[in-house]
């Protein structure tokens, strides 16, 4: 499925392109960022290709992976993600909520930057409604900034989406798209790695993490 707002790479990413990210852990945490280095990028060039094909000169900023299982069986309420990584804090306007998370350095920029950037899904199993699948508000980042106690409300005003994918299934969304997710039902392996991808240069001296 394609629209502006959703875009699905069924069936994308092969074996031998996902056995790179089998061996990343997800941690017991809801979300285990990682650090980009140089095995994880080559690991991510096929969705590097998949993403410059749709739109050109993006790359990768940040990379979290997740596994919903019984013993990790988290829920989350409707939410934007509205927060980059990077390497230093440093007092430049527009970027806010500064907070040291696992010893990097996370704000809140500026709506532009945010508005340009994609979070894309690259699904490691199969997942279902019943395994805990995300849904998303199709079409919701053109709300642009949402406040937390707003964010069901204004996701009710968009199509709701249960993003039910194939391993090997790649979604990719606008930064700003409204999405939550339920406990699973039937909780099974849901691996999925969440991979932001950009294409500005943050304001010197600003620069993305690693």
């Not at 309420?77 to 806010?96: E, K, L």
Request: proline content about 6%; some cysteine; aromatic content about 6%.
């Amino acid at each position: 499925m394609h629209s502006e707002s959703v875009t699905w790479l069924r069936g994308a990413l092969d074996e031998d392109d996902l056995r790179a990210m089998d061996a990343s852990d997800a941690g017991t945490k809801p979300g285990q960022r990682l650090s980009l280095n140089t095995a994880l990028r080559a690991a991510l060039e096929p969705v590097d290709r998949l993403i410059n094909a749709i739109a050109c000169d993006m790359r990768p900023v940040r990379a979290v992976v997740f596994n919903k299982t019984a013993a990790t069986n988290w829920a989350l309420p409707w939410h934007q993600d509205r927060v980059i990584a990077v390497q230093r804090c440093h007092d430049v306007p527009g970027f806010a909520q500064w907070s040291r998370k696992d010893g990097t350095w996370h704000c809140e920029p500026p709506v532009d930057v945010l508005a340009s950037m994609l979070f894309v899904r690259v699904h490691l199993d199969d997942t279902d409604a019943a395994s805990g699948a995300m849904q998303i508000a199709a079409g919701s980042h053109e709300a642009g900034l949402v406040p937390a106690d707003q964010a069901a409300e204004v996701a009710g005003r968009y199509e709701n989406q249960v993003c039910e994918a194939m391993r090997g299934d790649v979604l990719i969304l606008p930064m700003l798209t409204l999405h939550r997710s339920l406990a699973a039902t039937a909780p099974a392996d849901r691996r999925v790695f969440r991979v932001d991808y950009a294409a500005s240069v943050l304001p010197a001296p600003l620069a993305w993490a690693n």
